[in-house]
């Protein structure tokens, strides 16, 4: 079965930095999964924030985090990294880690062309 277990969410000042886990088990990164990190704040949408291919490391991100946030992987622990810098309070939001398998079709910042989800990790810059 795969699993996805987040972590390293936490209360952060403005302008401050956290580094976001996502170990996932079941699948290996040799394969060419699609990773993805969603935020979901209270009374909004869940949004797409970043993806990557985990067989040739082909990275996406959306608008409002492009060059603040980096998505990256770790291929011999299995895990996904979101390295989130110059926070500001309106990136406080439950992040979610997803996975799809190789061949899904869609735009990676779908939240509905996901298959698997982690339970999540608060994030909260105030």
């Known amino acids: 079965d795969v699993q996805l277990v987040e972590s390293g969410g936490g209360l952060v000042q403005p302008g401050g930095s956290l580094r976001l886990s996502c170990a996932a088990s079941?699948?290996?990164?040799?394969?060419?999964?699609?990773m993805g990190w969603f935020r979901q704040a209270p009374g909004k949408e869940r949004e797409g924030v970043a993806a990557?291919?985990?067989?040739?490391?082909?990275?996406h991100y959306a608008d409002s985090v492009e060059g603040r946030f980096t998505i990256s992987q770790d291929n011999a622990k299995n895990t996904v990294y979101l390295q989130m810098n110059s926070l500001s309070p309106e990136d406080t939001a439950m992040y979610y880690c997803?996975?799809?398998?190789?061949?899904?079709?869609?735009?990676?910042?779908?939240?509905?062309?996901?298959?698997?989800w982690g339970q999540g990790t608060q994030v909260t810059v105030s």
């Open positions: 997803a996975a799809r398998p190789e061949g899904t079709m869609g735009w990676v910042l779908d939240s509905s062309k996901y298959h698997y």
């Open positions: 079941g699948f290996t990164f040799s394969r060419d999964w699609c």
């Open positions: 990557i291919y985990t067989g040739g490391g082909i990275a």
